[in-house]
């Protein structure tokens, strides 16, 4: 029998109110699913009980893992969502009905997925958690997929990899992207799957060894400097990913990175420093230098990478980072769901860093940036969430190709952005646009959600009421070159 005290142990600092909750929560879904059975043929409690402890390892609080708890109570038995209201508040009802509404999203082809991303993106605007809650019910969906009908094992699969995977890694969730992904692709692709985990046997077994030589040597050589090791571990990557890069590399032996070391150490100074040191111990190899810290990756990653010649027949990527950074790079954007009363989110300011100052064309979009400047202000928490929302979700615009590729641009952009986002050339050739499905301006302020498909003309070009209308520094950029404003003549 499963327990809600193996859920608590997971979760974070809980308050008293928060257990109580889980608690009610977790007797309320335990009687209203009662005799339902999965495909499996086990209590279909179990999926709630999971679902819950993977919110709990998230650091989810209380509301989020109550809701979690209950999120299949109002679709699958008789409990209405005024009964929900009644006994757990408008806030879980929310959350609950968030989640149901995403349920209905179905990959069923390129056309259809942009309307699920639609979806998708609105649901993320109204209450990021309402997905943080869907991602970990879709992740216990996947660990017990071979129990489903086979033509449901493709389709589900399918949707994990093209909408609910990449969505968790543009939300910075690695370690659920990954899980998500690894799965989905063991359905999809069992060939290469199987292929790929035996070079990634082959290649643990032979590396493995040199590996933890170059690790008590780094520690050595740290412990010398008085640099204090938090932890290091071996990193393995994600199957599908290994595939990948395989794939775009043609060959797998200049793919050096299928296992790194990690290596983490306390503050921002001593990664630069413990850098330093990798690289007197061993020679970097040109070009795989890669400052993560002064320069995150869109979805906030920070981390230092570099890759050594280690003497021996390998070469081994190292990563070195603060353990806010490792935390953050695994939790994402379910890190910044994490709310309660206390002032907890502090990490964001000292994630970006006050110093940090991207240039105009490089570094994090503006809305990034923007969510460490504006939470210096804050003393309370809910006006921080609703700030967070805003500026995560509401400053920022997804507007999508016909193909569903969704494409990142701020408010106020227009299908000049959207054509230069694409690529410059047609950009360059811009003459119309078809917004879902309607001829409209090139001037028309793009929606989230909209569907934008570009017309080209051979004979079109870029004037210089285009430079004025973009909203973009891309565009800006590609329109001056065009124009030979800026050159020197
Ligand atoms: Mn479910």
């Not at 977790?26 to 699913?33: G, I, N, T």
Request: hydrophobic fraction near 35%.
């Amino acid at each position: 029998m499963p327990e809600v005290q193996e859920i608590l142990s997971l979760a974070k600092t809980l308050s008293k109110e928060e257990i109580s909750l889980i608690k009610k929560a977790y007797a309320f879904a335990e009687k209203v699913h009662e005799g339902q059975k999965r495909y499996s043929g086990e209590p279909f409690f179990n999926h709630i009980h999971e679902t819950a402890k993977n919110l709990a390892k998230y650091g989810q609080s209380g509301a989020t893992i109550a809701a979690g708890i209950l999120h299949d109570s109002i679709e699958d038995t008789v409990i209405t969502a005024s009964e929900i209201k009644e006994k757990f508040g408008d806030e879980i009802l929310f959350l609950i009905q968030g989640v149901t509404k995403l349920g209905a999203l179905k990959y069923k082809g390129v056309k259809r997925h942009s309307e699920s991303l639609r979806k998708l993106f609105v649901a993320m605007s109204e209450d990021i958690r309402v997905l943080v809650i869907k991602l970990t019910d879709r992740l216990h969906n996947m660990q017990t997929l071979q129990f489903m009908p086979k033509d449901k094992q493709e389709r589900i699969a399918l949707e994990t990899m093209e909408i609910y995977t990449p969505l968790a890694y543009r939300l910075g969730m690695s370690k659920l992207g990954r899980e998500l992904e690894d799965l989905a692709f063991k359905y999809l692709d069992p060939e290469s799957y199987e292929k790929i985990l035996a070079i990634l046997e082959k290649r643990v077994k032979k590396e493995k060894g040199e590996l933890e030589k170059i690790s008590k040597t780094i520690k050595k050589a740290l412990a010398k400097e008085k640099i204090r090791v938090i932890k290091t571990e071996y990193r393995v990557k994600g199957l599908k990913s290994i595939d990948r890069k395989i794939k775009q590399k043609k060959e797998e032996e200049s793919v050096h990175d299928i296992l790194a070391l990690r290596i983490i150490v306390p503050t921002i100074d001593d990664c630069y420093k413990t850098l330093g040191i990798v690289h007197r111990l061993w020679r970097p190899m040109p070009g795989r230098i890669k400052d993560f810290i002064a320069f995150p990756k869109t979805n906030g990653y920070q981390s230092l990478h570099t890759t050594v010649f280690s003497g021996g027949e390998n070469l081994f990527e190292i990563q070195i980072r603060t353990e806010k950074m490792d935390y953050e790079a695994t939790y994402g954007v379910a890190a910044h769901a994490v709310y309660k009363g206390e002032k907890k989110m502090s990490w964001i300011g000292n994630f970006f860093g006050d110093s940090y100052k991207p240039s105009d064309e490089e570094g994090p979009p503006a809305w990034v940036k923007g969510l460490s400047d504006y939470q210096k202000g804050y003393t309370n928490a809910s006006d921080f969430v609703k700030d967070l929302k805003r500026d995560f979700f509401g400053e920022r615009i997804f507007a999508l190709t016909p193909n569903g590729d969704a494409i990142d641009l701020p408010v106020g952009s227009s299908p000049i952005d959207f054509a230069y986002a694409i690529h410059s050339d047609i950009g360059d050739h811009l003459s119309g646009a078809k917004i879902n499905g309607k001829l409209s301006s090139i001037e028309t302020e793009l929606k989230n959600g909209d569907i934008v498909k570009i017309i080209t003309a051979k004979k079109a070009e870029p004037t210089r009421k285009w430079l004025s209308l973009a909203k973009t520094s891309t565009a800006r950029r590609d329109i001056k070159r065009y124009l030979g404003i800026g050159k020197k003549k």
